[in-house]
């Protein structure tokens, strides 16, 4: 049916395409209504946690030396910004997780999507390596972080090493089950039109596992900065993870509370990027079920 | 055996039995005798389950007889020869590919360089009247529009021997008889020979030179019908032909005791 149609009925038709209008309009009025409910909502949400928060401590209900309370937060943030942190400028430590981070992540990224799309393709390798993948994957990897600072030292690369384990095993085991899911109608088109195995390792097992690689990219950034924090908490010498050790050091709970607000940021803004990225990709899906969270 | 003057296809004594998940074998196909001339146009018929798609598949080479031979231009198939074109019941498309990537793709795969894959693509495209859809993705046509697609990245490739596993079964009934006509149209002057299965046994004697009606599963050909009507045909037209009745209920005594066969196995097994 042309769209137009349904416009000529409506001239012919006055009366009740006047309440048709009436109507939609109405409903698109409710629908801005609960938005705006909605993000009113939100807001108040957080104004009240922070007002009770602020209250709490103010009134000596909790204890402000240990829970600290938004105003000083809020304060140290701004001193950390403004004059800089006891181990140099605030965005001197943003930028050395960050780095350790997204080095890390490119590197796991890499080698999981790598290693993954080899072992679903290759029955063979997975057969081989299977199980100590298995093994490695049980291991809880944090621990390994003190190890890998006695091994890199205070610097970048033992942070990046952290990092690079705790993404790689989502990412892997995502591409890995995305190579093996992949539509085997699509594979045996894709053989009849006379690809070779190596095209349809390219051109038709990668592009269909990639839905499956980005679902787990989004968590695995968060691994990431995980990784860096937690290896720069042990030992490093700047970084927002050595932040919040300092800050804990110097009995400072804002300082704590401030570095977590601004890693918070950092994860927000990479995650934001990371969506539209994966909106640029994914042009070919039918729309995003549902708005994703 | 002379290249030359060989049946485009045949299948001697060809069997095909899969193992089961359990481990159990299943015969799928069974002794099967068939033959193909070049640029025939033979459907086959038979109940659901009876090994239609397991034929197909053992002369696309996708899969190997697990006994009997299967020639195709005289030669054993082993692998998948370069002029076989098949077309699946479900849209094989690259649904992150646009309409005309997609008809590339076969081209592309050959090696044929990316300027004459998209002269050839962009023809084959205008053909089947898709020319003003080339930039959109699969998932925004309609499934008539796909099929066409999928025809399209077929016949570009310009097979000799055409595969059609149940093509238009998804399809509408109007947009079903308007595909078959498009499908004779696009056949005709290629000298493919066509293989292609149905369980309609009306689309199978208004496109079809020769029916093949199989038995139940595991399938083997129970009995060939030639199908005289002149061409060029338009399916309705046809549909209207007193012969055609007559065709259909010669070969319907003949389809539908299988049929009744599964049905009742079917019956058996939920009893
Ligand atoms: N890969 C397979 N493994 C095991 N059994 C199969 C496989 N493919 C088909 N079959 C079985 O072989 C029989 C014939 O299948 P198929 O050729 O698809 O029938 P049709 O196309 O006539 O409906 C069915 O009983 C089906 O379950
Ligand atoms: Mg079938």
Redesign the pocket.
Known sequence: MRPDTAGAGAVLDKAPAAAGQERTLSRQRAARRRNYLVQGARVLVLVGVLGLWEWFSRAGIIDPFNFSMPSRIWHQIWTWASNGTAQGPLWVQVWATLYEALLGWVLGVFAGVILGIALGRVRFLADVLGPYIKVLNALPRIVLAPIFLIWFGLGPASKVASAVVLVFFPVFFNAFQGAREVDRRLVDGARILGASNRQITYQVVIPSATSWIFTSLHVSFGFALIGAIVGEYIGATKGLGLLVSASQGSFNAAGVYAAMVILAVVALLAEGVLTFLERRLFRWKPTESGDGR | MNSRTSPAIELRGAS?V????SGAP????RDLDLTVERGEFVAVV????????????LVSGL?EPTEGDVLVGGEPVSGIADDVGFVFQQDAVFPWRTVLSNVMAGPRFRGVPKQEARERARQWLTRVGLEAFEDRYPHQLSGGQRKRVSLAATFVNDPKILLM??PFSALDVQTRALMSDELLDLWSGTGASVVF?T?DLEESIALADKVVV?TA???TVKEVFEIDLPRPRKVEQVRLQTEFTDIYREIWSSLGEEVRITRERGAGHAA
């Open positions: 095909k899969f193992r089961t998940p299943h015969t799928a196909v038979g109940p659901t389950g009876c090994g239609k798609s397991t034929t197909l598949t899969e596993d149940e299965v369980h199989m599963g595991p399938a």
